[in-house]
Each structure stands twice: as structure tokens, then as C-alpha cells.
């Protein structure tokens, strides 16, 4: 159903627009989304528990590729000063 408003411009002149109802409503989706594909999409979001290695000299838990906060070493170099 199409509708014809009346209405003015900035510049005090009186202009027509022609509206559809359709322009009004909110857009849907066409079709129903899949409990798989749902699932899929809020396991992409989750929280993963960090991947975690041994030390070889103090034989802490720490993450890979880091650097070892207890001792300040990182592939056997030291990069950070500990205090002892």
C-alpha cells in the first residue's frame, strides 16, 4: 500500500513524498538458522584454557614463547633482571 504526505521543506515550501509500508518494517531473516550453525558460531567465541610447558631449569609451568617470570629467561638467555 503506497501513501502520499504532504509536508514542508526548509525552505517553507509544501513538497509530496510518496511512502511504501514496506520501508517501515524492520529487516528479517528469510530463513531459520540452524541449531549447528548456531553452535558453531558461539564455539568459535569460548574461552580456551592456555596451552602451557614445563621449564627445563626451574621446571615451573609457564606459557610457550614467553618469557619465565620467576627466573627472567627466555630460551636461555636472561632478558629480565629477578631479584634474588
Do not use: C, W
Not at 24 to 47: D, E, V, Y
Amino acid at each position: 500500500m503506497q501513501a502520499i504526505e504532504r509536508g514542508l521543506d526548509r525552505g517553507g515550501r509544501e513538497t509530496l513524498h510518496l511512502t511504501l509500508n514496506q520501508s517501515r518494517t524492520m529487516a528479517n531473516p528469510k530463513r531459520k538458522q540452524s541449531k549447528r550453525r548456531s553452535r558453531l558460531r558461539r564455539g568459535a567465541n569460548q574461552f580456551r584454557a592456555p596451552k602451557l610447558v614445563r621449564d627445563a631449569e626451574s621446571g615451573a609451568l609457564r606459557r610457550s614463547h614467553r618469557v619465565d617470570p620467576t627466573t627472567g629467561k627466555y630460551r636461555g638467555r636472561q632478558v629480565l633482571d629477578t631479584e634474588a
